[in-house]
């Protein structure tokens, strides 16, 4: 193991746990500045949000994540210091793995004071994956693109809009720093419950945001709050 692996991996020790991320999008950002803006909600009943149990392994001297690959915790972690200035809370942050399909559950969040890891159902972009094959192919920051955008975000208020409950994102990329004015926000959508895996083998696909189950909007919200870290890429 590189002397760079070792520091990712200590580093990981010191970050515990893994899951989580949300969207699909408005269409104007006309129409996402001007909706009802919403408070922020309080955090979920102890032991409700984990839908995927994620494990933190320890078998090995340099403990590192089962749910997030080391490749991606290490892009993760070095924007964390890379933003640090304007990311607020450091405590969680969430990592969205699109290399995974979105048949897995690949927004994984990491519980950095409580050492605990959990992951959930989160859908990419249309335009990330035009054959509609539960892989994305492409990202895009581009205005129209429908496409999900990679790089960190900033978590901010919330609102009421198009898709109903919605939080507002800021990208801090260059890749994805059209993200406020393209309106890619994190959201619930019908497209991204489990039962469409039982039924399709894939979620449906937003128009670039993080969209995810209905039933789990309320956890998403609680877990990240305003002011934390949203880190969207591939391994």
Known sequence: MSQHDTTINRRAI???????????????????RSATPLSAPTLPPKGRLPSVPAMVRQ??????????SPALLGKALASLDRHGSRIKHRDRIA????????????LHFLDVVGGKASRL??????????????????FSNAFGSNASSEGAYLTQDYYV?????????????ATN????????????????NEDMIRAHGKLGRSQGCFA?????????????????MIFAARS
């Not at 999008?25 to 006309?30: D, G, L, N, P, Q």
């Not at 995810?212 to 934390?228: A, I, M, P, Y």
Request: with cysteine; net charge neutral.
């Open 14 to 32: 010191m970050l515990a746990g893994a899951a989580l991320a949300v969207g699909a999008c408005s269409r104007s950002s006309s129409t996402l």
């Open 59 to 68: 078998d090995a001297p340099n403990a590192v994540f089962s749910t997030v």
């Open 95 to 106: 990592i969205v793995d699109f290399s995974a399909p979105s048949s897995d559950a690949r």
């Open 121 to 138: 159902l989160v859908a990419h972009g249309s335009g990330s994956d035009p054959r509609h094959t539960g892989y994305l192919e492409r």
């Open 161 to 173: 809009g198009k898709h109903g409950r919605s939080q507002r994102l800021i990208g801090l990329d």
């Open 177 to 192: 720093n059209n993200a406020l004015d393209r309106a890619v926000v994190v959201h619930s959508a019908w497209y991204a």
């Open 212 to 228: 995810v189950g209905e039933n789990k909007l309320d956890d998403v919200f609680s877990f990240l709050g305003q002011g934390r």
